[in-house]
């Protein structure tokens, strides 16, 4: 789950990691009372949203009066940031910075730990620094044994070449963000860019935290937001998260359900090998029951941009029998009337297709076949709309 | 041999009487492991089964049985504690199968074992297979035999897929591994490709990759060093569009990293055979078997 700026910046603020002081507002007349309340010259303005890459999309802005914050502040509420409207926008004082740095802490899966990656080319995308001038970005694991202790942030500083008179409160931070990662079970922390100012103070610019969602239940004080989060979703994507399938949104037509996320990848690679455009990616889970295919159906046949339904079933766990009674049904009771091209092996195989043939369908038993003539009736239908 | 688990495995079943580690449990025991403890606190000196005995502790498992390798099926917030006991309890090889733990909790157990020197496979993971032989974990049984071909995979069913298509190919396996696709696992492909480049029954390996990481990078970089056996691989994730989680958490394209191109540019680097296709897994396997055999 990812929180918003401002509420990250709270937490920053509230475990010595200095932030600019700011308010969030979500209309003109609340601009133009935290641009008093701020009493400098100039402010920045941040959408507050989910999406990276909101400064290159228009969403952050500047403003030199209490007018043009207001003006701002109208022009940015209900913009739309890469299919996330803004809500919301906070108002801080224009630092002036003198140096941006990165710093953040993720895990690092070939080395099995926690990775703290600093860098002193910070305010742009830290992924192209890594790519166009990686000697640029510095590393250092967590050891398991040790933790985070002081040292571990001083030689950070030296490596990232933090000047001597800022290494002391960048190791700081350093150990404050690790605290953080570590009690907010995180999969990022960072600050991008951290900045060093012209007064010579280190400010968390930028502030991202997200918690990791299988560490929502013992993250109680986010459990409730998470839920309010789910809104920031495309709405067929939100009801599927709802369901507890897993379920992401693309452009193409063929609609397609697999059971566990590594064979239904696989379907869609080879439905786009064949020529054909994937809708979706829907992974029903790979212990999948009637229950839970049922629902997957449910949402594709909700779907408008879904011209046929591809079902591809390798049972294991999961029986042919009760995906077959789930299609079924889905014909029935959801009165599913898109057209299925169905694969079942495995578990049960003769029980579903015995189901299906009862039922006046068939299923092919090899995903490659199944894969080709899903493409082909897709370009049928397009062909006759 | 196999790789891991054979005839001899002597496996105890942590969480053995709750819904999934009972159902698994006894799956295993249908295809022949040798499930011979179940530990869960609270409900020792019970029988599961009528004939697996069930134990408070791993330790009292273990010194009463002999049990030399544990499979995890307990819920995510008591995971960390139940592997720790595992390892802690000096059983050689832990499969945890639980989903959803905490990244956390995965690195304070697998960390603690690579310091004891003991083998973690998962979380969140299938388990291993030594057709014919053992199972332990959730594979479906029906679908491997016994063989030559080896192999290692972020995936479940997606292997399941893949041993499927071998097996009607008439290529048995030796052992396939589930790795599983979190973050932190506790074996990753560069270990198994090391265990079945030793092993003298395991003639080939197809390894079953995905996008996210670079763990298929790393694999490569060993292959080229060290593997002479012949090795296929087939990476799934070409049509995810970039920044998306698709299932695993692992499984996410950020930039031009960790992308199938990207993955298999490296692999053909290293001399391995990338199927495009599953179906084109065992032909390849096939005709690169019968290169070494001449």
């Known amino acids: ?385 | 041999m196999a790789i891991l688990i054979d005839e001899r495995t002597k496996v105890l079943v942590q969480g053995i009487t709750g819904r999934e580690g009972g159902f698994h449990a006894q799956q295993m025991i249908a295809y022949g492991t040798k499930v011979v403890a179940g530990v869960t606190p609270g409900k020792g000196g019970t029988l599961f089964g009528g004939s697996v005995p069930v134990f408070d502790t791993v330790e009292e498992a273990v010194n009463a049985t002999g049990a030399n390798a544990s499979v995890i099926f307990v819920p995510a917030p008591f995971a960390k504690d139940a592997a720790l006991e595992s390892i802690e309890a000096d059983l050689p090889l832990t499969v945890v199968i639980t989903e959803h733990i905490p990244t956390y909790d995965a690195w304070r157990f697998i960390s603690h074992a690579r310091r004891k020197g003991k083998r973690v496979i998962g979380p969140n993971c299938p388990g291993l297979i030594s057709p014919g032989r053992s199972k332990v974990g959730i594979m479906p049984g029906s679908v491997f035999e016994r063989g030559v071909v080896g192999v290692v995979s972020r995936s479940g069913t997606l292997t399941y897929e893949i041993a499927y298509q071998l097996t009607k190919a008439g290529l048995g396996q030796s052992t396939v591994i589930g790795i599983g696709g979190d973050p932190i696992i506790g074996t990753g492909f560069v270990d198994a490709l090391e265990m079945f480049n030793k092993d003298r029954v395991t003639r080939a390996v197809v390894l079953i990759g995905e996008i996210g990481g670079n763990d298929e990078e790393m694999a490569a970089d060993y292959i080229l060093k060290e593997v002479r056996k012949p090795v296929v691989a087939y990476i799934a994730g070409s049509t995810a569009p970039p920044g998306k989680r698709m299932g695993h958490a692992g499984a996410i394209v950020s930039g031009s990293e960790g992308t199938v191109a990207a993955k298999a540019e490296s692999f053909k680097a290293a001399g391995v055979q990338v199927a495009v296709t599953p179906d084109e897994v065992p032909r390849l396997v096939a005709s690169s078997l019968k290169k070494t055999s001449a």
């Open chain 1, 1 to 385: 789950m990812k929180l918003f700026e401002h509420e990250v910046k709270e937490i920053f603020r509230a475990n010595g990691i200095a932030v600019p002081p700011g308010r969030v507002v979500s209309d003109p007349a609340g601009a133009v009372v935290a641009y008093e309340w701020l009493h400098v010259p100039s402010v920045v303005i941040k959408s507050q949203v989910l999406v990276g890459g909101r400064g290159k999309a228009g969403g952050i802005r500047f403003a030199a009066s209490a007018g043009e914050a207001a003006e701002v502040t109208r022009n940015l509420m209900g913009f739309n940031i890469k299919g996330e409207i803004v809500k919301s926008v906070l108002v801080e004082p224009r630092l002036d910075i003198s140096k941006e740095l990165y710093l953040g802490i993720t895990w690092d899966r070939s080395a099995r730990a926690p990775v703290i990656v600093a860098s002193a080319s910070g305010g742009i995308n830290i992924e192209d620094v890594a790519h166009e001038n990686p000697e640029a970005i510095k590393k250092i694991h967590v050891d398991p044994d040790l933790g985070f202790e002081p040292f571990v942030g001083r030689e950070l500083a030296a490596k990232v070449g933090i000047p001597r008179e800022h290494s002391q409160i960048f190791a700081e931070i350093t150990g404050h963000m690790y605290a953080l990662f570590v009690r907010y079970d995180a999969e990022l922390v960072e600050s991008n860019p951290l900045a060093l100012t012209g007064d010579g103070k280190l400010i968390a610019a930028d502030a991202r935290l997200n918690i990791l969602d299988d560490a929502l239940f013992r993250q109680k004080e986010f459990g409730a937001k998470a839920s309010d989060r789910l809104s920031e979703l495309p709405p067929l994507e939100r009801k599927a998260k709802q369901l507890g399938v897993q379920y992401v949104e693309l452009d193409g037509s063929v609609g397609i359900i697999g059971n566990g996320a590594g064979l239904t990848m696989a379907t869609l690679d080879l439905v786009k090998y064949y020529g054909g455009e994937p809708a979706n990616f829907l992974d029903a889970g790979g212990g999948s029951s009637e229950e839970s295919f049922l629902r997957a159906l449910g949402v594709l046949a909700e779907n408008p941009k879904v011209k046929l339904i591809f079902v591809n079933i390798l049972a294991g766990i999961t029986r042919c029998d009760d995906v077959a009674k789930a299609i079924v049904k889905a014909k029935t009771e959801l009165g599913l009337n898109k057209p299925l091209v169905i694969r079942l092996a495995g578990t049960n195989e003769s029980e579903g297709r015995k189901i299906l043939s009862e039922n006046g369908m068939s299923a092919y038993s090899a995903m490659e076949e199944a894969a080709k003539e899903a493409v082909r009736v897709a370009r049928a239908g397009e062909a006759s709309a």
